[in-house]
């Protein structure tokens, strides 16, 4: 019994491996056509505007990473002075580098759910509200069927707060 266990489990793993061999040799689509598939969800979560550095980086197997994102700032243009005194706009969310670790078995049913999320390089701007502090981006992580929030790490990352007119917790004014 304990044999052909074991044999089952040896063949499962390589008719997954040939899969995954056969997908990315024969039947995987251009890239072209990945990115627009991949940026649908991108905009989904951090609504419209967001841009990142072409191409994706999109493995169905391991996940997606994104090199170079910018989410605008929900809140207006916001800009402070630059390193060279000229003035810099800022993004709500810049970040260098983001890997998404997505469900695959949602992927086969047409839906993107992502586990987990990671970013690297990241400057967040938020704002200040009546209840504390909030991103100053859009973000949303719900799906339709409910399901587990996906967990989010950021690495390396600097934040920006705006404090509300006459603000007592944080200077006004201050980025």
């Excluded at 995954?20 to 056509?33: E, I």
Aim: charged letters at 25%.
């Amino acid at each position: 019994m304990k044999r052909r266990r074991i044999i089952q489990c040896v063949l499962l793993a390589g008719i997954v491996a040939g899969g995954t061999h056969l997908w990315q040799k024969y039947v995987r689509p251009p890239d072209d056509a990945l990115m627009r598939l991949a940026d649908a969800p991108l905009q989904e979560m951090f609504g419209p505007g967001v841009t990142h550095d072409r191409p994706l980086e999109l493995d169905l197997a391991r996940g997606t990473t994104i090199r170079g994102l910018k989410v605008p700032s929900s809140g207006g243009r916001i800009e402070q002075p630059g390193a060279d005194g000229q003035p810099e706009v800022l993004n709500g969310l810049e970040a260098a580098r983001v890997f998404i670790t997505h469900d695959p078995l949602a992927l086969a049913a047409g839906r993107f759910r992502p586990l987990a999320i990671e970013i690297d390089g990241a400057r967040i701007v938020t704002h200040e509200t009546e209840g504390g502090i909030a991103p100053d981006f859009p973000i949303e992580l719900s799906s339709d069927e409910g399901g587990v929030m996906p967990r989010i790490t950021f690495r390396d990352a600097r934040l920006l707060y705006r404090a509300m007119p006459g603000s007592q917790r944080l200077a006004a004014g201050s980025v």
